[in-house]
């Protein structure tokens, strides 16, 4: 018991929560987050927590309705000798559970992947209906607010790099992509915006759909036969469809966003889900540079002990990656159902969710610029000059004629729109230069981004435990990037 008293006190546990559950612990080890206790009673996992009482009583309403309805296994909490699902003490809160046996799965193999994203809809199915009494401190703010507070630290990152006497090769590189992340970053909000985020949110929310908030390989478990969802501490009220796009977000890098795979993940979602919806949502939320801004706000943040040639790699590699993330949501998009609608011109009222897609149209190498035809499918889009502040914006209406299949015209990649007029604007993408795909180390980190938990955390995530030896080096980093004294670490 003795050995069991010190690693709990080593793991920063109060051993006399123990007094309070049925169970005399013989054996103690850390695994994870959490300590792995084999008593005579069975195996269990117990874990503190800094999170207020309201929230934790949210944490067990929501895995007891879950488990209700049928999803298994569920990680519930045991109950102490007094009834209490967890313990309130003055060093945090403590749960109980049992130990669930199995081990994380590879999300960056595609059959992993494919499980991941079906467990994930599965998941959000048992969740969905979930009511619970409204209360402020289990607001949350939505992917999207906190994509904007992401946005604003890349643009304060910016002006540091643009005011440094000395800049760096990483500061360097954040200059010279700084107008392609801000275009990509305002294309998305755009499309955010016309397809009505917010809306979809509070009907989430009012509807009791549930997010689970940190869906990553660490929080799931399979032992061969099922599969386990763990970490409740981050589910909250919201729209599921933004833990997929942040489930993508995370591991499709490392299929180089392969529009095949990502296409079988969106299925295997459904499948496991039963439908998907907010399509739409889902390519404008994949459509945000998220690496990208990370990585810049890891470097300038000091969050990560790499050195300058790491955050060099891993900035390259996510924007290049940002191309193929590019052709994968274009390529899917084009095979999705709603884009015949698009095609046909019908059901695309001006200003309505879900009028803007992405199109390949051909491009006939002998037209003149004022007069362009395009191909579109089933009819010509004949183009004409149009006012806009973007000079290479044109508008185009339908036409009855087809044009004949000419081996001297170019597949290119256009934005199409509506503007409040209900006429279609489309706009050709601007040219890029290409940008070299080999980046060893960047690789090998690639499954690190995630955005933060939602719950009460700090944008960039918890506070990262260093040794006292790094603190020094920690600071002249900071000071060498121009960055803050006082910023903020993760866990």
């Known amino acids: 018991?003795?050995?069991?008293?010190?690693?709990?006190?080593?793991?920063?546990?109060?051993?006399?929560?123990?007094?309070?559950?049925?169970?005399?612990?013989?054996?103690?080890?850390?695994?994870?987050?959490?300590?792995?206790?084999?008593?005579?009673?069975?195996?269990?996992?117990?874990?503190?927590?800094?999170?207020?009482?309201?929230?934790?009583?949210?944490?067990?309403?929501?895995?007891?309705?879950?488990?209700?309805?049928?999803?298994?296994?569920?990680?519930?909490?045991?109950?102490?000798?007094?009834?209490?699902?967890?313990?309130?003490?003055?060093?945090?809160?403590?749960?109980?559970?049992?130990?669930l046996p199995g081990r994380s799965p590879d999300f960056r193999k595609p059959s992993s992947f494919q499980i991941g994203a079906r467990t994930l809809g599965s998941w959000h199915s048992a969740a969905g209906g979930f009511q619970y009494p409204a209360d402020p401190a289990l607001s949350v703010p939505g992917v999207e607010r906190r994509i904007d507070v992401m946005y604003r630290d890349f643009a304060e990152a910016a002006k540091v790099a643009a005011d440094a006497d000395v800049k760096t090769p990483f500061m360097r590189l954040v200059l010279e992509s700084k107008e392609e992340i801000e275009e990509r970053y305002g294309a998305a909000q755009e499309m955010l915006r016309t397809r009505g985020i917010e809306q979809a949110q509070a009907d989430a929310r009012s509807g009791g759909a549930l997010c689970h908030g940190s869906f990553q390989k660490q929080h799931v478990l399979t032992n061969g036969e099922e599969t386990t969802v763990l970490h409740y501490e981050s589910v909250h009220a919201g729209l599921p469809i933004t833990d997929l796009a942040l489930f993508c977000h995370r591991y499709m890098p490392a299929f180089e966003w392969n529009e095949e795979v990502l296409r079988a993940a969106v299925e295997a979602y459904g499948s496991g889900a039963g439908s998907v919806s907010h399509l739409d949502l889902l390519a404008a939320l994949l459509s945000v540079p998220l690496r990208s801004l990370q990585v810049i706000s890891w470097y300038f943040r000091g969050s990560k002990e790499w050195d300058e040639d790491d955050f060099l790699d891993y900035l390259e590699a996510s924007l290049f990656m940002e191309e193929h993330r590019e052709e994968a949501l274009r390529s899917v998009s084009s095979k999705s159902q709603n884009l015949p609608a698009l095609r046909s011109g019908e059901g695309m009222e001006p200003g309505s969710a879900g009028d803007w897609s992405v199109a390949t149209f051909r491009l006939s190498e002998d037209d003149e610029e004022e007069s362009i035809n395009h191909e579109l499918v089933n009819g010509t889009l004949e183009a004409r000059e149009y006012a806009t502040d973007e000079p290479s914006d044109i508008a185009v209406e339908m036409a009855d004629d087809d044009l004949e299949d000419d081996d001297s015209t170019e597949v290119v990649p256009m934005k199409i729109s509506k503007d409040s007029d209900g006429i279609l604007v489309v706009k050709p993408p601007r040219r890029r230069k290409e940008r070299r795909s080999t980046h060893s180390r960047a690789s090998q980190k690639q499954d690190r981004t995630f955005l933060p938990e939602a719950p009460g955390l700090r944008l960039w995530g918890p506070n990262e435990h260093r040794s006292k030896d790094n603190e020094q080096k920690k600071k002249d980093n900071q000071v060498q990037r121009g960055g803050p004294e006082n910023s903020t670490q993760k866990e």
């Open 1 to 99: 018991m003795d050995d069991v008293v010190s690693i709990l006190e080593e793991c920063g546990i109060d051993a006399s929560v123990l007094d309070e559950y049925d169970c005399f612990p013989v054996r103690a080890r850390p695994v994870g987050g959490v300590v792995k206790l084999r008593t005579s009673t069975g195996v269990r996992a117990l874990k503190r927590v800094l999170l207020p009482t309201v929230k934790m009583r949210f944490i067990h309403s929501a895995q007891e309705y879950v488990a209700q309805r049928g999803l298994y296994p569920v990680p519930r909490f045991i109950r102490n000798r007094y009834g209490d699902p967890f313990i309130v003490h003055h060093t945090g809160i403590y749960y109980m559970t049992a130990w």
